[in-house]
Each structure stands twice: as structure tokens, then as C-alpha cells.
């Protein structure tokens, strides 16, 4: 943890206020958690302890999912190490260069200095991974993840198609194949926050259509779906975890309990 500098304007700013206030919170506390270039190990549990002590009811990979959406940090995975910077880091932080040390953590590809990384990715759309999109993303790739050597959830190899990826995109109504880099970046990290959460394909076809049911006047879109994804799980997570079939018979009997009124 270090200390660093927030600027009066930090809180009135647009991108700032379009955040929910725990994302707020916690991209304050990126900031101390950051080395001298603006870089962490993206460790969502290493980082929550961080920025919300022993609180187990915040949600940090949907968090940094919208800060990243928000163009506040750009994740990024580098020789299978999953990675954050902070973008425009040192625009903001002062540090004295005899001060400054040099960070361990890699650079995202294609750029060595913090300063060049641009709110939008742009600097690196066509090399970064999952978590920032890039190739692998384009090819229908979602965020895989595998217990990594820094302790936490790290992106796997990728292979040509995700189906919790494609499912999720499904269910929503997004055709991935013709996302921005942006906007797949930020699916991506919702992926990657329900996959954390145990999500299957089959798992978001039944809470998607519980959703839909529940939630008649609402747009299911990636973000809804992704903001009420545990309030739905309250009433069939485990029966739906059982297969398709079971998941599509507890989804037809929250369709018709809607229907009666219960």
C-alpha cells in the first residue's frame, strides 16, 4: 500500500460518477495497491482483503469488470499472468524519479510506459487478451480461467470458442462477432466475474429465463443480467447445476408461478 494523490475533480468526474459507489471505493484503493507505474497482479481476493477488509459480500471481478467498462483500468494477461494497469496512472501521480521504482509486473503488450495507455484500450486492442479482448477474444474466446501461479484465478490457453462466453452473449442478445474491442473487453470481464461465481452455460440459460419472467419490463442485457445474477441463483443455483433439462423444468416453474401471482 502506498500513498497517493486524488485530485479534488476526481469525484465529479463523469466516468467517476457513472460508477456505482463500491467501484468508486475500490479504484481508490487501486491506486495505493498500484507500483510506481500503475501496475497490480490482477488477484481479485488479494485485492478485495485489500480495499474492503473482511467484507464477503462485495463482488470485486464485477467491480473491476466496470471500471475497465469505464475505461478507468485496462486488465490485460501476460506470459499467463493476469494483470491490471491503471490508465493514465502516472498523468495523475507525481512521483520523483529517484523516488520512482521500476515494476515487476509486465507492461500490457505492446505498451512500456503507463502514460500511453488510453481510456478506450485503443493502444493495444489488437494484442491484449480476454480480460481486454484482443485475437483470441475475436476468435470467440471468453475468459477461461485456471488456478494460477500467483495464488489466484488466471486465464487458461485459449481455445476457438467459449460456450460460457457465447452463452452469455446468447442469452442477452449480443452478437459477439460484431463487438468493439471496448465493448467485448467489458463482456469479457463480466464473463470472467460469473465463471468466478460458478456460472455454466447452463446455469445463465436458466437464470436468464428466470430473468425474463421476473423481470418482464426490464431489457435483459449483459449488465442486468450480471448485476441480479445472485438474486436470481436464490431460488434454483443448485437444481440448476443438475443438466439442461433440470435447469429448463425449475425455469418453467418460475414462469408459471409468475403467471399465477405467487
Not at 500513498?3 to 484503493?29: N, Q, W
Not at 476457438?160 to 459477439?176: I, Y
Request: glycine share 8%.
Amino acid at each position: 500500500m502506498r500513498i497517493r494523490t486524488v485530485k479534488p475533480e476526481f469525484f465529479t468526474h463523469p466516468e467517476v460518477v457513472a460508477c456505482s459507489i463500491p467501484a468508486r471505493l475500490l479504484f481508490l484503493s487501486l491506486l495505493t495497491q498500484a507500483d510506481d507505474e500503475g501496475r497490480l497482479y490482477n488477484l481479485p481476493r488479494k485485492i478485495g482483503g485489500e480495499a474492503f477488509g473482511d467484507a464477503d459480500d462485495v463482488d470485486v471481478g464485477e467491480l473491476l469488470a466496470e471500471l475497465e467498462q469505464r475505461g478507468r483500468i485496462l486488465r490485460y494477461v501476460v506470459d499467463g499472468k493476469p494483470c491490471i494497469q491503471v490508465v493514465n496512472f502516472r498523468k495523475h501521480q507525481a512521483i520523483p524519479p529517484t523516488k520512482s521504482r521500476p515494476s515487476v509486473v509486465p507492461a500490457p503488450p505492446g505498451n512500456d510506459s503507463a502514460d500511453e495507455v488510453q481510456p478506450d484500450g485503443s493502444d493495444s486492442a489488437a494484442t491484449r487478451l480476454p480480460d481486454g479482448s484482443g485475437p483470441a477474444a475475436r476468435n470467440g474466446t471468453g475468459n477461461r480461467e485456471v488456478e494460477g501461479e500467483q495464488g489466484s484465478l488466471a486465464p487458461a490457453a485459449q481455445s476457438r470458442s467459449d460456450p460460457l462466453f457465447e452463452a452469455f452473449c446468447s442469452e442477452t442478445s449480443v452478437d459477439w462477432h460484431e463487438l468493439s474491442d471496448a465493448r467485448r473487453g467489458a463482456i469479457n470481464g463480466m464473463v470472467g466475474s460469473l465463471r468466478e461465481r460458478g456460472a455454466t452455460p447452463e446455469l445463465v440459460a436458466a437464470r436468464a429465463e428466470e430473468f425474463r419472467h421476473r423481470w418482464p419490463d426490464i431489457p435483459l442485457t449483459p449488465e442486468t443480467l450480471t448485476r441480479r445474477w445472485a438474486e436470481l441463483g436464490q431460488h434454483f443455483t443448485r437444481s440448476a447445476r443438475r443438466g439442461p433439462d433440470r435447469a429448463m423444468e425449475i425455469a418453467q416453474r418460475a414462469k408459471e408461478e409468475a403467471h399465477a401471482g405467487l
